[in-house]
């Protein structure tokens, strides 16, 4: 802000400030963060954005060339770049001149091969070094990138990369989970078989020294992929070429494939890292992802700014509920990622990581994939550490990051997030496109901004990608989340609206019911949905309860009793039903909408996209449900 009025002659004093003028000067600001990124580029632009209204295809730094992958191999010294924790105790690093050479000597290999700009790559990966080494070389070339972590099925993956035809996958030989080892190498068999446009797999050793892959065709091990004493050449492209292929849960059929730029996701990354998380070079990042989620696209860009950069995969309970604890004092963590899920799961299983270990280093705890509770916000800093920025953030694979996230200039507030990010015109918008204040409503976001998909693949006349984001409010992007935005500027997420529960027409979000249940004490997870009935809507309830415990009545009743305080009587459940299990997504996201079709006899159409499909059984044909 200093900076910024000296340049401008502004007056800016708070964060808020800050906000207003990045929104109402959305091409003077995007012009600020491309100078404050330091971005490396052969071209300059000849202008920001064409049209900021222009929602779909506004263009953003027309004329512009650079390359992802070069701003994000900036840094090529005896820094490290990249610490690798597995869960059977491997521990791997590489610096930053280890990742440039890496990186080159893939990126020489796969041009051999024929690799060129548009060309897409896979990765059927864990979250470990080869797999960002393989995506900044695809990248260098102008190939586009897309992943899937190794616990997908053969049908989840078929139904990714089977839309986007890949012509070269890496996979590793297998990955750890809880301790046991699980192979990949039959799943590739097949995913070899249903996808005929792979010209090469490369296979990682990684559970094996030596893989058996004497049935899999077309393969190279990765220690004979690379060439020796590369040439490293980073193709100049444009602004707007393509960079990766996102892709939707696909809980509701084939998941959609978002194209993103590789200038948008770059700036609008760098944007959050700099400017909201106050990454530098010396802080150690992590986050707890998998490569088929979209924090693991968020996590790598930290190369750019030349953070150190931890990759952990396996469980995060094994051996013992404290394993990344242990992981974030022996590596000086100082920002450290999750989800609600884990947290959640951290306090119930009664881990006291502030006191075990020493978190000095920690000073920013960032959560997102879902809301998280003031249950948990008061768990953080009770028993985790009290003097750090919690940063509960909100966005989406669709724009490869946020819409609403912290900062490291305000105070945080138990169950709200901290601000609008910068330069993203947010709205709460009532059915009738009036913005709200202090009142529930959809998110919605006035303006272009650079990382918005450049199309869906294979969506030849846009039709799908006008449907997903522009038919509610013609022009103006509906991301399909139900918010409030407080009249401080801060931002409290009640669920995604497709989910919101409307019982006497009274609408409320599914965050609601989550966040007043959490005082119960016995309920280890909750899944809530609306069962139709008698010309209305009803509230039904699962939980899944804490070994041990049972459902009694009084338990109900203090079920009841938190609703109908904390919200109100008309959202008391009807039901309320124990089940072993809540179904997630992959990316461990709750899965209502997969209940509520199961409860109404309708088909869910893609299970492969759930973590844990057999959890749906114990929704089906209940008999409490018919009373």
């Known amino acids: 802000m200093q900076r910024l009025n000296r340049s401008r002659g502004l007056s800016l004093e708070e964060y808020q400030d800050l906000y207003t003028w990045s929104i109402n000067h959305i091409s003077d600001f995007w012009k600020e963060v491309w100078k404050e990124t330091g971005l490396h580029y052969s071209k300059s632009y000849t202008r920001v954005v064409d049209d900021e209204n222009k929602m779909p295809g506004a263009r953003w730094f027309e004329g512009a060339r650079l390359n992802f992958a070069e701003n994000l191999l900036r840094y090529r010294d005896s820094n490290t770049a990249l610490i690798f924790r597995g869960e059977d105790k491997i521990r791997r690093t590489l610096t930053y001149a280890d990742l440039y050479q890496e990186t080159a000597s893939v ?43 190794p616990d997908f099925g053969i049908k989840g993956v078929v139904d990714r990369f089977g839309q986007i035809r890949p012509k070269v996958i890496v996979a590793a030989d297998g990955y750890f989970f809880k301790g046991n080892s699980l192979s990949c190498l039959a799943p590739l068999s097949s995913i070899m078989e249903q996808i005929p446009s792979i010209e090469a797999l490369v296979v990682v050793p990684y559970i094996s020294v030596s893989p058996d892959i004497s049935a899999l065709p077309r393969v190279i091990v990765y220690e004979d992929f690379g060439i020796n004493d590369p040439e490293m050449r980073f193709e100049q492209l444009a602004f707007d070429h393509p960079l990766y292929i996102m892709f939707s849960s696909g809980t509701t059929g084939l998941p959609k494939c978002m194209v993103q730029s590789a200038g948008g996701v770059l700036i609008h990354q760098m944007k959050e890292l700099m400017l909201h998380t106050d990454l530098k070079r010396e802080d150690t990042l992590f986050y707890f992802t998998t490569c088929g989620w979209m924090m693991w696209n968020w996590l790598t860009c930290g190369l750019s700014l030349g953070a150190t950069l931890v990759l952990f995969d396996g469980n995060p309970f094994h051996p013992q509920p404290d394993a990344l604890w242990r992981m974030a004092e022996e590596e000086k963590i100082s920002i450290f990622g999750t989800s609600p899920g884990y947290i959640a799961a951290l306090r119930n299983a009664g881990v006291h990581p502030g006191v075990k270990f020493d978190l000095s280093n920690l000073r920013t705890l960032l959560s997102t994939g879902s809301v998280l509770s003031n249950e948990d916000f008061k768990f953080i800093y009770e028993r985790i550490a009290d003097d750090i920025q919690l940063s509960s953030i909100s966005g989406g694979s669709d724009l490869n990051g946020c819409f609403a996230l912290g900062n490291p200039l305000d105070p945080v507030y138990a169950g709200e997030l901290q601000c609008l990010g910068l330069g993203m015109k947010v709205a709460a918008y009532d059915p009738y496109g009036t913005p709200l204040i202090g009142k529930k409503g959809e998110l919605v976001c006035e303006k272009a901004f650079p990382s918005m998909p450049l199309m869906f693949w ?44 409307n019982p006497g027409g009274v609408r409320i979000g599914t965050a609601e019911i989550y966040r007043s249940i959490d005082q119960v004490p016995g309920i280890e997870d909750s899944v809530v949905v609306g069962q139709d009935w008698k010309n209305n809507v009803r509230v039904i309830l699962f939980v899944k309860l804490v070994d041990g415990v049972s459902l009694t009545d009084a338990m109900k009743a203090d079920i009841c009793s938190e609703i109908r305080t904390q919200i109100s009587p008309r959202h008391v459940p009807a039901k309320i039903i124990p089940v072993p299990d809540i179904p997630y997504t992959l990316n461990m996201k709750k899965v209502e909408l997969a209940v509520r079709n199961v409860i109404h006899n309708r088909p869910v159409k893609n299970t492969d996209a759930l973590k844990n499909p057999a959890a749906l059984h114990f929704f089906t044909n209940r008999p409490e449900l018919a009373e």
């Open 107 to 149: 990126a020489a290999a796969l041009r051999q091969m024929g690799v060129v700009p548009g060309d897409r790559v896979a990765g059927f990966m864990p979250n470990m070094p080869e797999t960002i080494i393989f995506m900044l070389a695809a990248t260098s070339i102008g190939a586009v990138w897309s992943s899937c972590s």
């Open 458 to 501: 294979g969506d030849e006349n846009g039709a799908r990608y006008q449907s997903a984001y522009f038919d509610q409010y013609p022009g103006v992007w509906a991301h399909g989340d139900f918010i409030e935005i407080t009249s401080q500027g801060r931002v409290i997420i009640y669920g995604r609206s497709d989910a919101t529960l």
